[in-house]
C-alpha cells in the first residue's frame, strides 16, 4: 500500500559526488519526515539524514557540511547530494518514510536499497 523506491546509486571516485532519490507512493495521506540511512557489511544501520515538514533537517556528524537532503515540491520524492564522498561512505543507502495513510494510521516504511560504492 505504501512504497519507496530508491535509485541514484552507482561507483563513484574518492571526492565525487552522487545524488540518490527516493519516490514515494501509495495511500499516504501526510508524508511529514522522510530520511536517508545506510549500512556497511558487517556494521549497524546509521542515520544519514532526515527532513521534516520540507524544512527541519538533521544529519549525521559524519556527513554534516558534505550531503544534502531536500524534498520536491509534490512533496513525493526525496533527494540526497552527496559531494566530496569518502570510502567510508560506501554501503546500501536506504529511503524511509514515516507516513500517515488514507487510513489515519501511521507507518514507518523503509526502501530496498540501492549501493553507493566509493572506490579509492
Known amino acids: 500500500q505504501v512504497q519507496l523506491v530508491e535509485s541514484g546509486g552507482g561507483l563513484v571516485q574518492p571526492g565525487g559526488s552522487l545524488r540518490l532519490s527516493c519516490a514515494a507512493s501509495?495511500?499516504?495521506?501526510?508524508?511529514?519526515?522522510m530520511g536517508w540511512y545506510r549500512q556497511a557489511p558487517g556494521k549497524e544501520r546509521e542515520l544519514v539524514a532526515t527532513?521534516?515538514?520540507?524544512?527541519?533537517?538533521n544529519y549525521a556528524d559524519s556527513v554534516k557540511g558534505r550531503f544534502t537532503i531536500s524534498r520536491d515540491n509534490a512533496k513525493t520524492t526525496v533527494y540526497l547530494q552527496m559531494n566530496s564522498l569518502k570510502p567510508v561512505d560506501t554501503a546500501v543507502y536506504y529511503c524511509?518514510?514515516?507516513?500517515?495513510?488514507?487510513?489515519?494510521?501511521?507507518?514507518?516504511?523503509w526502501g530496498q536499497g540501492t549501493l553507493v560504492t566509493v572506490s579509492s
Open positions: 524511509n518514510a514515516g507516513v500517515i495513510t488514507v487510513r489515519h494510521e501511521y507507518l514507518e516504511v
Open positions: 527532513i521534516t515538514n520540507g524544512k527541519s533537517t
Open positions: 501509495g495511500r499516504i495521506l501526510v508524508t511529514n519526515r
